[in-house]
């Protein structure tokens, strides 16, 4: 019984982590970072700005079109829920490289590119 409840516990605990995505990406001066630009389920991000400049966040659904843009400054985060078959393009327009930490739970088959 025992050894059941455990096999149970330790299955819950490796299927949990198979569902999440951790990174810190480097995005080059005017350049941009597109996670996601291919067909999958829902899923949601924290982003958090580790660099000195700020980055545009937007959501592209794959079939067209763009939405809900944000500016994250320097040391900020953000937890957004991206829906179906849409793609997030953190933008870097600064002279400079930068950084940005993603933590990604949901659906995470996922696509990742740059594009300038």
């Not at 999958?40 to 959501?59: D, E, I, K």
């Amino acid at each position: 019984m025992i050894k059941s409840i455990f096999s149970i516990l330790i299955t819950g605990i490796f299927l949990s982590a198979c569902n999440m995505l951790h990174s810190t990406t480097t995005i080059q001066a005017n350049d941009a970072f597109i996670l996601g630009n291919n067909k999958h389920g829902q899923f949601s991000a924290s982003v958090t700005n580790v660099s000195t400049s700020p980055l545009t966040v937007w959501q592209y659904p794959i079939d067209g079109g763009r939405h809900s843009p944000l500016t994250l400054q320097p040391a900020a985060n953000v937890k957004l829920k991206v829906g179906k078959n849409t793609a997030l393009r953190i933008e870097n327009s600064s002279d400079k490289s930068v950084d940005v930490k993603l933590d990604v739970k949901g659906d995470v088959g996922l696509s990742m590119g740059y594009k300038n």
